[in-house]
């Protein structure tokens, strides 16, 4: 079974940082591109970042290029995504989501949300002053 965990949002004034964690299990690591979404009350589903299946490469939104960086964490015995954010600002403010993506090896990570099967259950990001 597949388990995506998301932790550490919260509330951080406007040039703060916050780092959030997805604990990925049942799902190898190694074989599938892993992104972080982000949604707002009436909006589709946003692409953040994505990293390739072999952590080769990274991919960023333009709204979040420079301040995000996207990381994976397979060192201990839990494999993590994590996605450190600085620089917030509010229009940063919204649920984000892990999800990996449906097919094994893809050369580049989807931006479209359609193409994740798995999703973890969000975690509010609130950025104000």
């Known amino acids: 079974q597949v388990q995506l965990v998301e932790s550490g949002g919260g509330l951080v004034q406007p040039g703060g940082s916050l780092r959030l964690s997805c604990a990925i299990s049942?799902?190898?690591?190694?074989?599938?591109?892993i992104g972080w979404f982000r949604q707002t009350p009436g909006n589709d589903r946003e692409f953040v970042a994505a990293i390739k299946w072999n952590s080769a490469s990274t991919y960023y939104a333009d709204s979040v290029k420079s301040r995000f960086t996207i990381s994976k964490d397979n060192a201990g015995s839990v494999n993590t995504l994590l996605l450190q954010m600085n620089n917030l600002k509010t229009e940063d403010t919204a649920v984000y989501y892990c999800a990996t993506e449906s097919r094994r090896y893809r050369n580049n990570p989807a931006r479209a949300a359609k193409n994740y099967d798995y999703w973890g259950q969000g975690t509010q990001v609130t950025v104000s002053s």
């Open positions: 049942g799902r190898s690591f190694s074989c599938y591109n």
